[in-house]
């Protein structure tokens, strides 16, 4: 079956350390995203990939790095410069460049990051 | 900068009830508009998708109309069950480079009781 793979489900973190989330997709498609939820709050973009070795910020990249090296894949690395990394994170992807296609998105099961 | 809302923030019915979901948009120059659902620790699924050229969209008990507009769009789901428990999103995306984002509502959680 085809989808979108997050791992670990459940990641903690002491302070001062790096992490990095994983995401691994098997749909052949172009687009992926990373989005940060915090309880009673709508998704906000972190950062979106269009096409392997290309990214763009999104609303609250600070303290956030990711990586498009296989275009299945699309790490998310938390930074000790995040001040508040506790959240759910949720990483998607969306098929092709052409605009009409970039509104089918599949979403993963997310990774709950903690720190402890 | 678009902002979405969703009213009412929780809704709880009793089985077999018809509902409705709000969502309401500030910038009308959307391409299209979705309804996800979320399940507690759970990725969101998509539910319906109105692209900004259509009044509505249907999949089984689920209708999802848009009055772009207004910046508003309903989420009616009819003779509700307990498995339809669950955080409703509403989200649009934008034109051109914008379209890549989209900006998400705080959600509706729903619960459906027995």
């Known amino acids: 079956d085809g989808g979108i793979t997050q791992s670990p489900k459940y990641l903690f973190r002491k302070e001062g350390q790096n992490v990095t989330l994983s995401c691994e997709q098997n749909?052949?498609?172009?687009?992926m995203y990373w989005y940060r939820q915090d309880p009673g709050q709508g998704l906000r973009l972190i950062y979106y990939?269009?096409?392997?070795?290309?990214?763009q910020k999104g609303d609250i990249a600070e303290g956030y790095s990711v990586s498009r090296e296989k275009k299945e894949s699309f790490p998310l690395t938390v930074t000790s410069a995040q001040k508040n990394p506790t959240a759910f994170y949720l990483c998607?992807?969306?098929?092709?460049?052409?605009?009409?296609?970039?509104?089918?998105?599949?979403f993963g099961s997310g990774t709950r990051l903690t720190v402890v | 900068k678009q902002e979405v809302t969703q009213i009412p923030a929780a809704l709880s019915v009793p089985e077999g009830e018809n509902l409705v979901l709000n969502c309401s948009f500030t910038?009308?120059?959307?391409?299209?508009l979705q309804w996800f659902r979320q399940d507690p620790g759970k990725g969101l699924t998509s539910l319906l998708l109105?692209?900004?050229?259509?009044r509505e969209q249907t999949s089984g008990r689920l209708n999802a109309s848009l009055d772009k507009s207004s910046g508003r769009s309903t989420l009616y789901i009819a003779a509700s069950q307990p498995g339809d428990s669950a955080t409703y999103l509403c989200?649009?995306?934008?034109?051109?480079?914008?379209?890549?984002?989209?900006?998400f509502g705080k959600g509706t959680k729903l619960s459906v009781i027995p």
């Open positions: 998607a992807s969306s098929r092709g460049l052409v605009e009409r296609d970039r509104s089918f998105y599949t």
């Open positions: 749909l052949n498609h172009d687009a």
């Open positions: 990939s269009q096409i392997v070795n290309d990214f």
């Open positions: 910038d009308s120059a959307i391409y299209n």
């Open positions: 109105i692209q900004s050229s259509q």
């Open positions: 989200a649009v995306s934008g034109s051109g480079a914008g379209s890549y984002q989209l900006t």
